[in-house]
């Protein structure tokens, strides 16, 4: 990042410059694009290239790279207008398999109960559960209905030995099955549910997704095969989220979530994340700088300074 007064900043800036200090290097810095940023440092044009440059073997053909110094993977960044799109996990999961299971079982026991306790009650307490068989099946199945949730209005009450089980059966069933829904559609309201209807590269085909160009980003998103409309820079695609253009940014995480804060509350990045990325300084192959700066870079993350600068910049 560059300060208005035009110094460059950064965790991989701060971590060049205490390496260039430990080897006595003198460095002139250079503002590149990243495609040319890349070339330059292929073509032996510079000798070092500090730009959160992720490792890959694809670069490894042209490039050098020095050990990882930091590891994160691909994030995802969303505009507010996602928003309404959060209870769709919601209603996936309430129309699914396993939880209309769970609602037929509980409508096959509520009927269940309230035929067993009218067979045994509709004689010998006719004023609850007599009159017409359907007026008897009637009341036994709102009796199991209050009884298995809990309710209990008492205003139906079992008089008979069997009538009785039955209701000691329900009432113990019913709170195994109570709890089980009442803990099933509380995880679905948490927090955790509404982050993402993107759990993984498969969801992203599902929306308009949008990367830089020449980047890990752009490979990955092409061998899981998701289109995506290319920016020149992150801080142009982050801008198409906010306004709707694109519903998904994919890009490194920790450069995610520094720009996101910058953004007003317009963009936030999602808990998900998606491939693994080591970052790492880029040099001519066969440099002869490379396992001098390996060592001190090694020397550097491994000290308190680098704890400090992690945090600085990347909170915790």
Known sequence: MKSDDGVW?????????????????KYELREMEYVSLLHAVANGEVDVAASGLTITAEREHTIDFTHAFYSSNLGIAVGNRFAHRRWRPV???????????????LIVLLFAAGLAVWVFEWKRNPNEFGGS??????????????????VGYGDKVP?????RIVALVCILIGIVIISSFTATIASLLTVGHFQSVIHGP???????????????????LRAVHVSARLYPSAH???????????DVFVFDEPILKHLANT????????STTLARQDYGFALPINSPLL?????????????PTWSSLEHHYLGN
Do not use: P
Not at 9 to 25: D, M, Q, V, Y
Not at 202 to 220: C, H
Not at 291 to 303: F, G, K, N, P
């Open 9 to 25: 900043e950064g965790l991989t800036i701060e971590l060049w410059r205490n390496i260039a200090t430990k080897l006595g290097l």
């Open 91 to 105: 209603f996936d999961a309430l129309f699914s398999t396993g939880f209309l299971r769970a609602l037929l079982a």
């Open 133 to 150: 068989r359907a007026r008897g099946l009637g009341s036994g199945l709102w009796w199991a209905a209050v009884t298995v949730t809990g």
């Open 159 to 163: 008089r008979t030995l069997g009538g």
């Open 202 to 220: 498969e969801d992203l085909r599902k929306f308009r997704v949008g990367t830089m160009q020449a980047t890990t980003s752009e490979q990955y």
């Open 236 to 246: 142009e695609c982050l801008q198409a989220v906010a306004h709707g253009d694109i």
């Open 263 to 270: 953004m007003d509350g317009k963009v936030q990045v999602l």
């Open 291 to 303: 396992r001098s700066i390996d060592i001190a870079l090694l020397e550097e993350i491994s000290s």
